[in-house]
């Protein structure tokens, strides 16, 4: 038996010498990267001689588990550098005298200034919380592949988005930025799926941001490569719903120590449809009481990108880059309306079917210059930029109505009208932030930013009177706005306790915003002009009860200023019986915010709570206003005051090792004060609404991901009803091909085909019902090709699990 011991021990022994001595390869530097607690992946690692630092002498990137080997290095001082985005840049000096080096565990910090991330462990690759909000990685998201942004943001945590593309955050439209800057490119559906690198949800943004955020921000990220080298993918898909689908991406990028320049190409082409149903009842009108509507829409959609970015790195502290946008989009319209209406006792009074082809184009380039400046204490930093958007929208529409008798013959000859509505809209942003330490444990942040917008619409509707087209001046008009904000803020930041051990995080802001707008249409029948400055104070609290666990108190001050879509006042009047319209006369809304929030991680369980409370004047809300002709004219309108509590919650989890998953789930009470409005009876007082999803990611072998995202919005209220109900469920699978850089992609949206859209209301004078359902259940079917690229990882590739 001793003897039998002793051959064990020197076994295991041989055994442990010989992997040690397989482990270590000729002139080599070898190492493991962590954030302190699991391993990161991706991480560059640059090997460059002390003697001249312009030059690289090994390169390497770390793998799933962290590690990384530097090979065929020469005996000399070296400086090695460790970079990954979201994390700040760590670097060492090493002497290699040609036996080989292991550097154990190198722990990299995460950059405050860049995200402020705490990685959720249980879902790393998919969420990643921040001190505002949390980040969304486009990657971990393959149930819309061939889809938009609109389709991205339905299966985010949080994120509220009807069956009409309306994008709300707590019940509010949030404030809506592109890498971080305001844009033109306004319409979600503007913006490839695949194009997208990351979106971030602030639902608690500092004096640092926008004040013209009242539920929060949500700010789109694009794809850049970083990783050295020519790297390449490219993306084939096409599938079905009613009709046909494609789309494809190529993406193009060669970095070297100076130089990143990459240039990508998406496009997608769909067919659409559309049916819709209304029935509208007029109270106190005897002839058109009761109003039967049914639509239906054929529509064909494209939709191309082209992206160029260029930075310049001409040492490690200073980054210089530009970057430029083009988009093109098409959508043509084939739209028939039956229109029936019968009198108080419902016997027929009239008839009519409106066909109307609406085709649109739209243009849309962006180009930005940004300067980065670091130094050697990494809480200092500098950054600017210039950005300018442009967009240009036409829409040209011919319209066809026929009136019918009782039972459905003609009547009289067609009716022919013209529409048009061309847009041209600019806008540009100079911004300047700077954060510097005043002490060992404070930071002082502050900056400017300066917007300025231009717009102009010209819209026109023609009768066709003996064989010619004749303008109506009574809805036709030009429309002319031009905007300027200017803001400042200061922003300090500081902590007690010790830096790995911070017990109390404080943060408090002003930020000072300055906003000068006018309006007017070319007949004069609009105008309007504001100047105003309005000063906005944050602040927060954070107790770190222990180093996975922190309690957070906010408060902060914002304003909901309209839109352009609110304050035009031209008149569409497509659907005759339910036109709509801007009101350019529109107060913006100052709301008050006080928010409590609570963390919690675990080893495969994450917690993440937020109840918060907002007191808003001038609520600004749709409101319908009966017509003595039968007709609704919808226009927003300042009703008055709300008053929205609520609770917000997201719960990540990892059970077992080929399953994770993530449920959100937000509930808000809204209690509306609608003194404003003469009838003030009709509006809505009181109402609870909730949304929630749950994300389920399976690995059910190696090289296969399979997604389910489920999605319930509950009835929401509007300002005289309230619209109806939401659900859905998508599907989204992929297999890695063989050993090769190619994936195998397969989504259905909307697997039950239950997604639809509408809205009761129901006042005094008028109740109005209405549903919409779109061709949303759709089988999409995608190739993607990558070479020595990292877009393996973030185009289709789905990191639930480390491969």
Known sequence: MEKWKQNLIAAILLFAISQYSFSQKTNS???????????????????????????????????????????????????????????????????????PISLGNIVLQEDANLLNTVVV???????????????????????????????????????????DDAISLRGKTPLILINGKNSAVTNMNQIPASSIESIEIITSPTAKYDANAESGIINIKLKKNNLNGLNGAAVLGGGFGAKG????????????????????????????????????????????????????DERTEGLQNLKLNVDFSPNDRNTISFEAL????????????????????????????????????????????????????????????ITTSYNFHRENTDIDTDNYDKNYAPIGDTFWQRTHNYEKENISNAIVNYAFTISEKSIIETGYKGTFRLFNSDFQSAD??????????????????????????????????????????????????????????????????????????????????????????????????????????????????????????????????VELSYNKDWDKYSLSGNAFYRNA?????????????????????????????????????????????????????????????PQSEDVVSSAFSWYGKIINNFTPWKGGKLQVIGNYNSAVATAQGKRIPIYNVDMGFQQKLGKSNARLGLVVTDMFNTLESGYKNNTLLFRNNRTSKSDTRALMLTFAYTFRSDFKEKLLENQFSTE
């Open 326 to 385: 083009g988009n093109m989009e098409s959508q043509d319209n084939d739209e028939t309306l039956k229109t029936d209406i019968l009198n108080s006792s419902n016997q027929f009074y009239s008839s009519n079917k409106r066909h109307s082809l609406e085709l649109e184009r739209s243009k849309a380039a962006e180009f930005a210059f940004n300067y980065d400046r670091k130094f050697s204490d990494d809480r200092k930093s500098l950054t600017a930029s």
């Open 617 to 677: 004047n001038n609520t600004i809300r749709q409101y319908g206003v009966l017509q003595d002709n039968g007709v609704i004219l919808l226009q927003p309108q300042n009703i008055g005051n709300t008053v929205t509590y609520g609770l917000e919650t997201i719960f990540s989890f990892k059970p077992i090792s080929f399953y994770d998953g993530n449920i959100s789930l937000t509930a808000f009470q809204q209690n509306i004060n609608a003194g404003n409005l």
């Open 464 to 593: 066709l009177i003996n064989g010619e087209y004749v303008v109506n001046p009574m809805v036709s008009n030009i429309f002319d706005f031009n905007e300027q904000i200017n803001a400042v803020y200061v922003l300090w930041n500081s902590y007690s306790g010790s830096k790995e051990n911070q017990k109390w995080k404080y943060n408090l802001g002003l930020r000072a915003e300055n906003v000068s707008n006018n309006g007017a249409t070319q007949n004069n029948s609009d105008h309007f002009s504001n100047d105003y400055l309005k000063i906005f104070p944050s602040g927060s609290v954070q107790l770190n009860l222990k180093s996975d666990e922190f309690l957070k108190f906010g408060y902060s001050k914002r304003i909901n200023r309209p839109d352009l879509d609110d304050l035009n006042p031209f008149i569409d009047i497509t659907d005759a019986l339910n036109p709509h319209g801007g009101n350019p006369y529109l107060k913006p809304e100052i709301i008050y915010i």
């Open 245 to 296: 689908r494609m789309n494809s991406s190529v993406l193009l990028n060669n970095k070297t120590d100076k130089w990143n320049i990459g240039l990508a190409y998406d496009n997608r082409f769909a067919g659409r449809t559309k049916s819709i149903k209304g029935e509208r009842t007029n109270y106190f009108i005897d002839d058109e009481h009761f109003i039967n509507q049914s639509r239906s």
């Open 29 to 99: 530097v070898t190492g493991t990267i962590s954030d302190g607690k699991t391993p990161l992946e991706f991480v560059d690692v640059v090997l460059k001689p002390l003697t001249d630092t312009t030059k690289t002498a090994a390169y390497a990137v770390t793998d799933s588990s962290g590690k990384f080997v530097l090979e065929n290095i020469n005996s000399a001082e070296y400086i090695l550098k460790f970079r990954l985005i979201g994390f700040k840049s760590n670097s060492q000096k090493i002497k290699y005298t040609g036996t």
């Open 121 to 163: 462990n249980s879902q790393k690759k998919q969420i990643q919380k921040t001190n505002e909000g949390f980040v969304f990685n486009a990657v971990s998201n393959i149930s819309q592949t061939g889809g938009t942004a609109i389709d991205m943001l339905k299966n985010i945590p949080t994120v509220a988005v009807d069956a």
